[in-house]
């Protein structure tokens, strides 16, 4: 029982002990109180089962927007190439390789401005990356982890080969906030356009 009800409870009864009236007028004075309290009950009642229903309603709205928010983190796939036409490097010194022509960005984790992909949630990703460039220039690119080198794929200087094409790929587990990007080394270069020198990752499985 409720204070209100408890407090209206004990009104009625001190109402009636102190009028001290014969026993046909009690009775006609309960009668009068206790249907009042019963009506009182039935609507407390309502409104408590209307309240217990709303928070029900309100706990699956915020379950779904969970699993929806969920299901989003775990849709990731960026493909991008350099974009530009041309000689990219060589330069003196390690270079991250921007790809800036976006291909897809699902979930935007891969940022075309730094190169660099920054995983979302810890999963299991899967990388790829692939170019083409002048055989009379060495060629040196590695799949970055955070600052460890994954895999690597090169090419000598050659006047015999007027140009290379290549690439490498792996698979790597990550936690969130691993940065993953693609490095070329000194004096190494790749020919840039919005199709040939390319930089792909998905998240296979999340973790």
Known sequence: MTFSVWLLVCFCGLTLGQNVLPQTEVASETGSCFPDMSKFLKEFGAMKQKQEAME????????????????????IAFSAATGGSGHNGPFDTETTLIYRKLIINVGNAYNQHTGIFVAPVPGIYYFTFFYHAGGSQVLSLALMKNNEKVVTTYDHKTSQDGDDSGG????????????????????????????????????????
Not at 57 to 72: A, C, I, Y
Not at 181 to 201: E, K, L, P
């Open 56 to 75: 029900t309603r309100q706990k699956e709205t915020e379950n779904q927007v969970l699993e929806l928010k969920k299901k989003d983190a775990t849709n």
């Open 168 to 207: 490498n790929a792996a698979l790597l587990q990550l936690q969130q906030g691993d940065q993953v990007y693609v490095r070329m080394y000194a004096n190494s270069h790749v020919w840039q356009n919005d199709h040939i020198t390319t930089f792909s990752g998905v998240l296979l499985r999340p973790l």
